[in-house]
């Protein structure tokens, strides 16, 4: 099975802990390309509420196993099938 497939099959987007961890990763996804972000994107991964390890060596398919899960997150938003947290003015 590979690493996205593992991702996507316990994602649920009416979980609000895997709903708010997305939503870290989308902001850290916004800092990745800048020189003063220092984060390591492994833990970050890794810092996942599924238990789920992503190695070194598949780092390279973080952005894909992000942008999947923010499909299916998206997908069940507009089925109203979603955790949506409350935006704070």
Known sequence: MSITSKFIRVFDPKNVEH???LGVMCEQ???W?????RMNLVEEVNSNPFGIKLDVRDALDWPHIHFVLCAAYAKAVLRKEAFVPLRSS
């Not at 390309?33 to 972000?37: A, I, V």
Request: hydrophobic content about 45%; cysteine-free.
């Open 19 to 21: 709903v708010l961890w």
């Open 33 to 37: 390309g800048s020189l003063d972000n």
């Open 29 to 31: 996804a916004e800092k």
